[in-house]
RNA sequence: GUCCCCAUCGUCUAGUGGCCCAGGACGCUGGCCUCUCACGCCGGUAACAGGGGUUCAAAUCCCCUUGGGGACGCCA
C-alpha cells in the first residue's frame, strides 16, 4: 500500500527540485453533466499533477446506485475530454467497494469501528432531540460499547474519539480546527453493507497514493471526518486544498437558473475549450497581472500557493473576452475545421474546410465565438440565388443612381484580367479616379449589394474570397432587386 | 440551532507591514484609426464592509460587529 504520509508539500521554490511524486484526483459524482464548478476543480487538479510530473487521476464516484447514470459519466469523461484534461488512471468507485470493506473489517478488528443496530429513525429522533436542545446534531453513540456482531439491519460505525480536537493544514484556508466534540460516530458501513462516501474516499485516496486533495469547499466539513479515518487505520493524511465555490451574478450558488452551467453548454455556445479552461483557471487563481495563459505556461505557473480563498462569481463578458482572443489567435484551418457544425446548427450550408479556411481570417476579429462566426459567415456560404437583403439597407443604399454605378462597376469587374485583392483595389482607385469620387461613396451600396447588409469585413478582400462568379451574380442581382 | 469558512473597483483579481491617497483585466465610457462592422491604440470611471486594537507605519496582524456561504445523512 502506498505511504500516504510520505508526500510533502510541495514548495513552490522547490519547483525545479528532483520530481516528488505528486498524485492528485478529480472525483466526480455522475449524477448529472460536468458543471463549470467540477470542471474548474478538474483544472486546478489537472494542473497541479502536471507541473509537477505527477499523476492525474480521474475516479468516478458512482456508489450512489440511485443517482449515478451511465449517461452522466459519459458526460463527464466528454467533457472533461473537450477541456484537453487528460487524466492517467480511471477509477470507478463503485467496483472497489470489495476493497473498501477490507479496510472496514480492519478497523472493526482493530477496535476502531463497531456495530450499531440503531435505525434510521432513532438515531434521526436523536438528532433532532439534540437540536432543540441547542446541541449539535449527532447520534449518541449507544452502541458504542456493546459489543455487537454483525446482523441484519446492523450498520458499521467508527468509534471516533470523544474529545480533542482534529485539524488540518488546508493549502488554501491554512489551519482549520474542529473539535471532535462536534463529530459523531459516522457509519462506515450500511446495513445492506455498501461503504459510505467518507470510508471509500479515504480508501480510495490512500490505495491510489493521493498527496493531494484539492476539492470544493463543500467537503471542509467532510476533511476532519476523513482525517479520523485515516487516523484509525493508522495512516498519515494528504494535503488538503479546498477551493471556494463558483457563484452566479446573483452572488448565490451557481445553479440552472443562472443559465449554461454544464460545460458542454459552453461548447455549444461556440466557446472555445481553451478558453474555456483559461476563464477556469482564473477564476479563484492569479498569477500577479497575467490573464492569458497557454497551456505550457499554465503547467509552468500553477501551484496552489496562488489559490484565491474567496467565492467568484461567474461573468460571461469576461469568458467571452477570452474567447475573442482565442478567436483571434487560433489557426484558421482549426476554426474551419470546427465551423461546418456551427453552421449547420443555424441551418447554412456546410461549407468546404478549404473554403471556410480563407473565410476565417475576415471573421476573427469579428466574432467572440463560433456561433457569432457561424452567423457572420451567412454570405459566404449560402447560394447567390438565397441571399437576404435587408430592406431598409437596400432602400438607404441602392438608389438608382446607386444601381447605375453599381452595374458599370459590374462591367468593369467582369473585364478584370485578374480577381484577387490587389487588382481590385487598383480597379476600385481608376475607377474612382475618373468619376471623382470617393471609396467611401461606393463602399455602403457595393457592400449592401454582395452581402445583403451594411455590415461586413473589408470589401476587397471580401469579394477575394467570394470570387467574381458570385460578385458579379450578387451584383447583376441586386440591381435589379 | 451548532460548528466551520469567507470579506480589495459592478465582476475576476494583484497586494504577504512601508514601493498603495491601492495596480491589472472584463464591463461601461470619451477619443483616435476607418469603405461599414469589428480589431487595435490612447484616456476615463470605479474598491480596501464597519468599529476597536497592535505598530514609528495596516488593505496587509489581532479582536468584535455586520454581511455572505458551507456543513451537520445508512448522498456524494
Same mark, same amino acid.
Given at each position: 500500500?502506498?505511504?500516504?504520509?510520505?508526500?510533502?508539500?510541495?514548495?513552490?521554490?522547490?519547483? @525545479?527540485?528532483?520530481?516528488?511524486?505528486?498524485?492528485?484526483?478529480?472525483?466526480?459524482?455522475?449524477?448529472?453533466?460536468?458543471?463549470?464548478?467540477?470542471? +474548474?476543480?478538474?483544472?486546478?487538479?489537472?494542473?497541479?499533477? #502536471?507541473?509537477? *510530473?505527477?499523476?492525474?487521476?480521474?475516479?468516478?464516484?458512482?456508489?450512489?446506485?440511485?443517482?449515478?447514470?451511465?449517461?452522466?459519466?459519459?458526460?463527464?469523461?466528454?467533457?472533461?475530454?473537450?477541456?484537453?484534461?487528460?487524466?492517467?488512471?480511471?477509477?470507478?468507485?463503485?467496483? #472497489?467497494?470489495?476493497?473498501?470493506?477490507?479496510?472496514?473489517?480492519?478497523?472493526?478488528?482493530?477496535?476502531?469501528?463497531?456495530?450499531?443496530?440503531?435505525?434510521?429513525?432513532?438515531?434521526?429522533?436523536?438528532?433532532?432531540?439534540?437540536?432543540?436542545?441547542?446541541?449539535?446534531?449527532?447520534?449518541?453513540?449507544?452502541? %458504542?460499547? +456493546?459489543?455487537?456482531?454483525?446482523?441484519?439491519?446492523?450498520?458499521?460505525?467508527?468509534?471516533?474519539?470523544?474529545?480533542?480536537?482534529?485539524?488540518?493544514?488546508?493549502?488554501?484556508?491554512?489551519?482549520?480546527?474542529?473539535?471532535?466534540?462536534?463529530?459523531?460516530?459516522?457509519?462506515?458501513?450500511?446495513?445492506?453493507?455498501?461503504?459510505?462516501?467518507?470510508?471509500?474516499?479515504?480508501?480510495?485516496?490512500?490505495? &491510489? *497514493?493521493?498527496?493531494?486533495?484539492?476539492?470544493?469547499?463543500?467537503?471542509?466539513?467532510?476533511?476532519?471526518?476523513?482525517?479520523?479515518?485515516?487516523?484509525?487505520?493508522?495512516?498519515?493524511?494528504?494535503?488538503?486544498?479546498?477551493?471556494?465555490?463558483?457563484?452566479?451574478?446573483?452572488?448565490?450558488?451557481?445553479?440552472?437558473?443562472?443559465?449554461?452551467?454544464?460545460?458542454?453548454?459552453?461548447?455549444?455556445?461556440?466557446?472555445?475549450?481553451?478558453?474555456?479552461?483559461?476563464?477556469?483557471? %482564473?477564476?479563484?487563481?492569479?498569477?500577479?497581472?497575467?490573464?492569458?495563459?497557454?497551456?505550457?505556461?499554465?503547467?509552468?505557473?500553477?501551484?496552489?500557493?496562488?489559490?484565491?480563498?474567496?467565492?467568484?462569481?461567474? @461573468?460571461?463578458?469576461?469568458?467571452?473576452?477570452?474567447?475573442?482572443?482565442?478567436?483571434?489567435?487560433? %489557426?484558421?484551418?482549426?476554426?474551419?475545421?470546427?465551423?461546418?457544425?456551427?453552421?449547420?446548427?443555424?441551418?447554412?450550408?456546410?461549407?468546404?474546410?478549404?473554403?471556410?479556411?480563407?473565410?476565417?481570417?475576415?471573421?476573427?476579429?469579428?466574432?467572440?465565438?463560433?456561433?457569432? &462566426?457561424?452567423?457572420?459567415?451567412?454570405?459566404?456560404?449560402?447560394? @447567390?440565388?438565397?441571399?437576404?437583403?435587408?430592406?431598409?439597407?437596400?432602400?438607404?443604399?441602392?438608389?438608382?443612381?446607386?444601381?447605375? #454605378?453599381?452595374?458599370?462597376?459590374?462591367? *468593369?469587374?467582369?473585364?478584370?484580367?485578374?480577381?484577387?485583392?490587389?487588382?481590385?483595389?487598383?480597379?476600385?482607385?481608376?475607377?474612382?479616379?475618373?468619376?471623382?469620387?470617393?471609396?467611401?461613396?461606393?463602399?455602403?451600396?457595393?457592400?449592401?449589394?454582395?452581402?445583403?447588409?451594411?455590415?461586413?469585413?473589408?470589401?476587397?478582400?471580401?469579394? @477575394?474570397?467570394?470570387?467574381?462568379?458570385?460578385?458579379?451574380? %450578387?451584383?447583376?442581382?441586386?440591381?435589379?432587386?
Amino acid at each position: 500500500m502506498p505511504d500516504a504520509a510520505a508526500s510533502p508539500h510541495p514548495k513552490p521554490k522547490d519547483k @525545479d527540485s528532483p520530481p516528488m511524486s505528486v498524485v492528485t484526483r478529480f472525483a466526480p459524482s455522475p449524477t448529472g453533466f460536468l458543471h463549470v464548478g467540477g470542471a +474548474r476543480t478538474a483544472v486546478f487538479n489537472f494542473l497541479l499533477a #502536471r507541473h509537477f *510530473g505527477g499523476t492525474f487521476i480521474l475516479r468516478i464516484e458512482d456508489t450512489d446506485q440511485e443517482r449515478s447514470t451511465p449517461e452522466a459519466t459519459k458526460a463527464i469523461l466528454d467533457g472533461l475530454t473537450w477541456l484537453d484534461l487528460s487524466w492517467d488512471q480511471l477509477y470507478y468507485q463503485s467496483k #472497489r467497494a470489495d476493497l473498501h470493506n477490507e479496510y472496514i473489517d480492519k478497523l472493526l478488528e482493530s477496535g476502531h469501528a463497531y456495530w450499531c443496530e440503531c435505525t434510521p429513525d432513532e438515531v434521526q429522533a436523536m438528532r433532532e432531540k439534540a437540536q432543540v436542545e441547542g446541541r449539535k446534531p449527532k447520534y449518541d453513540g449507544r452502541c %458504542r460499547e +456493546r459489543g455487537l456482531g454483525p446482523g441484519p439491519g446492523r450498520v458499521v460505525r467508527l468509534k471516533a474519539p470523544l474529545s480533542g480536537t482534529t485539524s488540518f493544514n488546508d493549502l488554501v484556508k491554512g489551519v482549520i480546527s474542529v473539535n471532535n466534540e462536534e463529530l459523531d460516530d459516522l457509519v462506515l458501513r450500511r446495513a445492506d453493507g455498501w461503504p459510505t462516501y467518507n470510508m471509500a474516499v479515504v480508501v480510495d485516496d490512500v490505495t &491510489m *497514493g493521493v498527496t493531494h486533495i484539492v476539492r470544493g469547499d463543500d467537503h471542509v466539513s467532510n476533511t476532519p471526518k476523513q482525517i479520523l479515518i485515516y487516523r484509525a487505520l493508522g495512516l498519515n493524511p494528504p494535503v488538503f486544498g479546498h477551493v471556494p465555490m463558483i457563484l452566479g451574478p446573483d452572488k448565490k450558488k451557481l445553479s440552472k437558473r443562472h443559465g449554461a452551467m454544464s460545460v458542454t453548454d459552453y461548447r455549444d455556445m461556440g466557446i472555445l475549450p481553451e478558453a474555456m479552461v483559461n476563464y477556469l483557471l %482564473r477564476l479563484g487563481w492569479a498569477h500577479g497581472d497575467k490573464e492569458i495563459f497557454s497551456r505550457e505556461e499554465m503547467i509552468a505557473l500553477f501551484t496552489t500557493e496562488n489559490l484565491g480563498s474567496s467565492a467568484a462569481v461567474f @461573468d460571461l463578458d469576461k469568458l467571452l473576452w477570452l474567447d475573442s482572443h482565442y478567436m483571434k489567435q487560433t %489557426r484558421p484551418e482549426e476554426l474551419a475545421a470546427l465551423l461546418p457544425d456551427f453552421l449547420a446548427a443555424k441551418g447554412l450550408p456546410r461549407a468546404e474546410p478549404g473554403y471556410l479556411a480563407r473565410v476565417v481570417p475576415l471573421l476573427q476579429a469579428r466574432a467572440k465565438t463560433l456561433v457569432e &462566426m457561424a452567423a457572420a459567415a451567412d454570405f459566404f456560404v449560402l447560394p @447567390d440565388a438565397e441571399l437576404p437583403y435587408d430592406g431598409s439597407a437596400v432602400a438607404k443604399f441602392l438608389t438608382p443612381e446607386a444601381r447605375t #454605378r453599381l452595374s458599370a462597376m459590374a462591367e *468593369g469587374l467582369a473585364a478584370l484580367p485578374r480577381f484577387d485583392q490587389v487588382s481590385l483595389e487598383a480597379y476600385f482607385a481608376t475607377y474612382l479616379e475618373a468619376e471623382g469620387l470617393a471609396f467611401k461613396a461606393v463602399a455602403q451600396p457595393l457592400r449592401v449589394a454582395i452581402t445583403g447588409r451594411t455590415f461586413s469585413p473589408g470589401l476587397h478582400e471580401t469579394m @477575394d474570397v467570394l470570387g467574381r462568379e458570385r460578385v458579379l451574380a %450578387r451584383l447583376a442581382r441586386a440591381v435589379n432587386l
